[in-house]
Structures are given as structure tokens and as C-alpha cells.
């Protein structure tokens, strides 16, 4: 039974977030990902697809055996096989919860080739096994917004019979609008018996950019959780995003009177990390975490500001962990104001990881005049390597570029300890670096995202450099920052080619390709 005025969160990055192409993260990625999730107060986190793959099935179980006050969730087709793995993964968990779905639309019931009757004999003997193993379960009929409103109503209520305890409405292709998302719910709960006994969900995608509407809509229908993800990532346009809704609730709670057990000033933080270990950036005026989200530029809006906040802002950048102020700092900055500023960004850093970054900021505060905050969260990012995944180095590299094609870059490179120099030419100084590269450490790996963008303003500022590379199904995403673009380019290759490198050498987990389709529902 669902309480009348509190929203659950159920957070789906590390699933339908994660499945979205390219946006891959190892497993230690996930289990911080979850970490973050539970202590911001999530209500259930959707860990992985445990029969997908080997490494998936390794990250909800360990998530599960870490997890404090989350529920955790794990993803299933409609079938024993898919149940049970779901099962031995999520079961480690104080409280684990099976979720088990199938296509009901007749463009979905269409590939398993079953008929409506065989479909909802399948859904009773799956919820049925689903509830034997776990005593929370949640079904989905995949597809719902698209699927016959008889066979809907009919399809949950063999779910609710056989002891689903939550049911999923999922709108997987981003169809539906808002009036028509609360309706299926409203309708659902008037309409099916036992529906007044389970937890009604809300699972939205974007492609008509509707997704955050259609699950506060849905909320006023009666639904009482919303399933989400960080920044909305997701399969193409993404899934409803987690902050937009929670911060929705929040502001207008008098005319949305729901509660959520988010602690709201999480939520900047969790958003760059998705960010960073995603390889998604988020885009500069993405509702609440963009870059410009609190940012006043004309004149009579900064006007406004100085006089009252509230003229031009409906919430404070502290309800979402941003300081009041961005903070510059410079090369006569401290350790113990660097530590604090991290700590406030969310970083907290034991000793030698502070020395580590006091020297890296000091050189940058060297070659730059002020340093934001964004310049120290790049920095950050950038030490987020072990020695493990350094393996191969940049030492020095210098390029000659100009309006004279070829351009060349003279790299050296260490690789496990042994200096190794080349020059090469390539279109474009960044060609030419990774021309370089490539002679001195040669692979067979793709690249699949070179992304530039600045973290500040000026000159001056700082480049972040992301670069995505692929090699036989195994992805990994390396990142750099640096005020020369081409330095950054160099070592954000270098670090994608080193995570490449220790995923095969340890042949990861997280290596192995999706096993199983998602689509196949059946
Ligand atoms: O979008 C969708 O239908 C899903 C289901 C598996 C719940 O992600
Ligand atoms: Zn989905």
C-alpha cells in the first residue's frame, strides 16, 4: 500500500542509465554510483540486469552486499532463468527486490510469438515464481502505453493475483503526454482489482521530451514511485531525470503536496560523477545541474539578483549542493582551503590524496589566473587513475601546427617504465598526437568519442578532453584536463588505452558484451 504523500525514488542509472549505448561504467564506477544513490537517500536502486552478463551479475551482487537503506532491484526477463540469476544476485541485499517484465503491446507480444492467452499465462507463472523467491516483487508490462487498454487491465491483474507487489508502468518509447500518463494510472487503480493493495510506478522516456511531465503527471494519477535516472540518461533521449522531478516536488509542493526522502543537496554531486564515469556531459542548460542552471547573465536579471534572489530564482543553488558563491582561488590559496573547497564540492580526500592534488593545483594555478570550481572538480577527475591504469604515460609531446598541412606531434611516451620517443604527422595537431600514439603503443582499439569542451571561460581556461575507445565489445572512457587542448587530448587517449588494458588483462567483468537482449523479452 503505497503511502498517500511520499513519492519512492527508484533510481535506474545503473540499468536502463547504463544501457544506453556507450555510456558503460566498470564495476567499481557502479558501486561508488550506488553509494552515492543509497546515502542520498534513493528508495530503491536498480542495480543491473544480473543475467545480461557476467559483469553485470558481479555488480548488483556486490551492490547488494553493500547496500544500507536502499532497497536493491534487480532486472529480469519473464522467464525462471532470468528470474533466478536476478535472485542469486540481489539476494545478498538487506532488502532485494526482484523486477521481472515482458513486452505486452501487440508490436512487443509479436516477437516471442505468443498469443494474449499463452502472454498472461506466462506473466502468472513468472510473478508467481518471481514471489516464491523474494517477497518484494515489481512487474512491468514493457511497452504498457502502447498496449490494449482491456489486455493492460487484464495482464495486471494476473501480476497483482500471482503477488506483485509493485506494478511498473512503463511508457518505454517516450509516446505518451501528460493528461493521458495520469489517466492510465488513475484508471488502472479505479479500474483493476487489487490495485488498491500494490505500489503503482511511473517509468518515463524523453523522446518527445516529455518524460519528467509525463511522471509528475502520472504521481497525480496515484502513482507513488518514480523511476528515474542522474541527469536523465538513458536509452536514446533518456529517461525521466531524477533531479528534475525531486527538485519538481520540492518547489511546487503546493500544487504537487508529495514528499520524496531525497536529500536534495546531493544532487549536484552525484550528477558530475554520472557524468564523469558515463562519458555523458551534461548539457550547459539541463535543468537544475547544468552549468547555467543558476546563472544570471543580463544585466537586469544580475540586477534583480543583487536586490532579491528570489526575483529570478525559484530555488537556491545550496538546495542542490551548488556553494553560494563560485569561489576563485589562486596560486596563493592553502592546502587547507583547497581541502575545504573539495569537501564542498563532495570530495573528501584522506592526506596523500590532498598532497597529490595541492601540487597538481598549484602548477595549474601557475599557469592560470584564477582557479573555479569547475577547474578543480576537472582536476579531480583527472586523478581518478590508480597506478594500475597507468601503465603508459605522456612524458613530453610538442606539436608543430599552423596553416601548412601536415602537422606533427613529437611525443614521448613512458610505457611500464621505459621511455619511448616517435614524431608522426596527422590532419590536425590532435591527429597528429594520436598518430603518435599509436606508433609507440600500437592497438587494434576504435575510437568512438573525442569531446572537447572548456570548463571555464577565457583564454586561460582549461580544457576537458573525453575520449571513448572500443576493442572487441570492451569500452572504456578516459578523461583529461588542461589549459593546452592537445596535452589534455594526449593524456585522456592515453588514459581510455590504459582502462582498455587492464580490462583485458584481468579479462574484466565488465568486459564481456551484453549476453542477452534487452528487447527479447520473452
Ligand atoms: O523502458 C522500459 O520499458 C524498461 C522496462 C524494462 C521497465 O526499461
Ligand atoms: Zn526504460
Redesign the pocket.
Known amino acids: 500500500m503505497a503511502d498517500k504523500d511520499h513519492v519512492l525514488i527508484f533510481d535506474?542509472t545503473l540499468?536502463?542509465g547504463e544501457q544506453s549505448p556507450g555510456a558503460t561504467m566498470s564495476h567499481d564506477e557502479k558501486l561508488e554510483i550506488a553509494e552515492l544513490l543509497d546515502d542520498m537517500g534513493v528508495d530503491i536502486i536498480e542495480a543491473g540486469f544480473p543475467i545480461a552478463s557476467e559483469g553485470d551479475f558481479e555488480a548488483v551482487t556486490e551492490i547488494a552486499k553493500r547496500s544500507k537503506d536502499a532497497v536493491i532491484c534487480g532486472?529480469s526477463r519473464a522467464n525462471f532463468k532470468d528470474i533466478d540469476r536476478c535472485w542469486e544476485a540481489v539476494k545478498h541485499a538487506a532488502k532485494p527486490r526482484i523486477?521481472t517484465?515482458i513486452?505486452t503491446s501487440p508490436l512487443h507480444r509479436d516477437i516471442p510469438k505468443l498469443s494474449k492467452d499463452e502472454m498472461a499465462e506466462r506473466i502468472h507463472d513468472t510473478v508467481t515464481h518471481a514471489r516464491n523467491l523474494c517477497d518484494n516483487v515489481q512487474w512491468?508490462p514493457?511497452?504498457?502505453t502502447r498496449t490494449e487498454w482491456d489486455y493492460l487491465c487484464r495482464v495486471v491483474e494476473i501480476a497483482i493475483k500471482a503477488g506483485a507487489t509493485t506494478i511498473?508502468i512503463?511508457?518505454?518509447v517516450g509516446y505518451t503526454a501528460p493528461r493521458e500518463s495520469a489517466d492510465i494510472i488513475r484508471n488502472l487503480i479505479e479500474q483493476v482489482p487489487g490495485a488498491d493493495d500494490v505500489v503503482f510506478a511511473t517509468?518515463c522516456?524523453n523522446d518527445l521530451g516529455m518524460a519528467t511531465a509525463n511522471a509528475l503527471a502520472a504521481v497525480e494519477g496515484g502513482a507513488r514511485q518514480i523511476?528515474c535516472t542522474i541527469n536523465g540518461l538513458g536509452?536514446r533521449a533518456g529517461?525521466t531525470a531524477l533531479e528534475e522531478v525531486v527538485m519538481a516536488l520540492r518547489v511546487r509542493g503546493d500544487i504537487m503536496p508529495f514528499k520524496t526522502g531525497i536529500a536534495t543537496t546531493k544532487l549536484m554531486h552525484i550528477s558530475r560523477r554520472v557524468s564523469t564515469v558515463s562519458g555523458f556531459p551534461v548539457q550547459f542548460n539541463k535543468a537544475i545541474v547544468g552549468k547555467n542552471a543558476f546563472a544570471h547573465e543580463s544585466g537586469i536579471h544580475q540586477d534583480g539578483m543583487l536586490k532579491n534572489a528570489e526575483t529570478f530564482e525559484i530555488m537556491r543553488p545550496e538546495d542542490i549542493g551548488l556553494s553560494e558563491t563560485n569561489i576563485v582561488m589562486g596560486k596563493h590559496s592553502g592546502r587547507a582551503a583547497l581541502r575545504s573547497k573539495l569537501e564542498e564540492l563532495g570530495f573528501d580526500l584522506a592526506d596523500n590524496q590532498l598532497n597529490d592534488v595541492f601540487v597538481r593545483f598549484k602548477a595549474l594555478a601557475d599557469r592560470k589566473k584564477e582557479v573555479f570550481e569547475d577547474d578543480l572538480i576537472a582536476l579531480m577527475r583527472d586523478q581518478e587513475t590508480g597506478e594500475e591504469y597507468d601503465r603508459i604515460k605522456v612524458k613530453f609531446l610538442r606539436v608543430i601546427c599552423g596553416t601548412e598541412a601536415p602537422q606533427s606531434a613529437d611525443l614521448t611516451l613512458t610505457i611500464d617504465g621505459e621511455d619511448h620517443q616517435t614524431t608522426a604527422q596527422g590532419d590536425g595537431p590532435v591527429d597528429a598526437t594520436f598518430n603518435a600514439v599509436k606508433s609507440l603503443f600500437p592497438h587494434n582499439a576504435r575510437l568512438q568519442l573525442y569531446q572537447v569542451h572548456a570548463v571555464t571561460e577565457g583564454t586561460d581556461a582549461q580544457a576537458t578532453v573525453s575520449v571513448r575507445m572500443e576493442e572487441d565489445g570492451r569500452i572504456a572512457t578516459g578523461q583529461s584536463a588542461d589549459t593546452d587542448t592537445v596535452v589534455a587530448s594526449a593524456k585522456a587517449y592515453v588514459n581510455a588505452l590504459n582502462r582498455l588494458l587492464v580490462r583485458r588483462e584481468k579479462s574484466d567483468p565488465d568486459a564481456d558484451v551484453k549476453q542477452v537482449s534487452?528487447k527479447d523479452?520473452g
Do not use: I, K
Request: glycine share 4%; proline share 5%; no cysteine.
Open positions: 535506474t540499468r536502463d532486472l523486477h517484465f513486452g512491468s514493457m511497452d504498457a511498473n512503463p511508457d518505454t517509468h522516456h523511476e536509452e529517461n534487452y523479452a
